[in-house]
């Protein structure tokens, strides 16, 4: 089946710095990629959209300033959260969907650290 | 999207089937039901989907009711490898597009031995 690589899996970062999250599909393109965030005991939150070769689209209440995404090929997405604070600490979880297929595959997520 | 309801969480025996209900009256024509599960600390995983009609596959089996106002997804021989949150989520899909998911809080499901 699909397979969306995610890295890193885990980073601890100091606050006011920036940190990088790759999203990848290893064996197919992906034209579309989402971005979840997800705080303890609490459900996914879709924050947005990636376009490839486009802007992302951001859900309502999610800075852009702040998740900067860029989808500069078909199997890479990254999403950059800059001057990071503690409140930013969470589980971030990426997905893509093969043409071919219904379902969406996850990453397996980074866990943002922010002391 | 329609809002799905779900139980907060049920309990299951290793080896029985574990039948996972998911309410969703409010679901239009072009919405199908898709059934998600995200084990601790992982990304979540596609089960299975369907619009009208019962499907299986090699996880499970999903029932629709026929006025598809509710779903029961069945894990058929429940293993201690099933315990994790399952998600029912309503969206509409059209052909080749993408589609977004809202997650509810889904049900978790523990399988004791």
């Known amino acids: 089946g699909a397979v969306v690589s995610q890295h890193p899996s885990r980073v601890i970062c100091k606050s006011g710095t920036s940190v990088k999250i790759e999203c990848r599909s290893l064996d197919f393109q992906a034209t579309t990629m989402f971005w979840y965030r997800q705080f303890p005991k609490q459900s996914l939150m879709l924050m947005a959209t990636?376009?490839?070769?486009?802007?992302?689209?951001?859900e309502q209440g999610v800075e852009k300033d702040k998740f900067l995404i860029n989808h500069a090929s078909l199997t890479l997405s990254t999403l950059t959260v800059t001057s990071a604070h503690p409140e930013d600490s969470s589980f971030y979880i990426c997905?893509?969907?093969?043409?071919?297929?219904?379902?969406?595959?996850f990453g397996s997520g980074t866990r943002l650290t922010v002391v | 999207d329609a809002k799905t309801t779900q139980p907060p969480s049920m309990d299951c025996a290793e080896g029985r089937a574990a039948n996972l209900p998911c309410n969703h009256s409010t679901i239009s024509g072009n919405e199908y039901v898709y059934w998600y599960r995200q084990i601790h600390s992982q990304g979540p995983q596609y089960i299975i989907h369907g619009l009208k009609n019962n499907e299986t596959n090699e996880m499970a089996s999903l029932i629709i009711t026929e006025d598809r106002k509710s779903s029961t997804l069945i894990l058929p021989h429940a293993t201690l490898r099933d315990t994790a949150v399952y998600y029912c989520i309503v969206s509409a899909h059209s052909g080749g597009s993408n589609y977004k998911l809202t997650f509810g809080k889904g049900t978790l499901l523990t399988v004791n031995p």
């Open positions: 990636s376009n490839e070769g486009s802007k992302a689209t951001y």
């Open positions: 997905s893509a969907r093969p043409d071919s297929e219904y379902g969406y595959t």
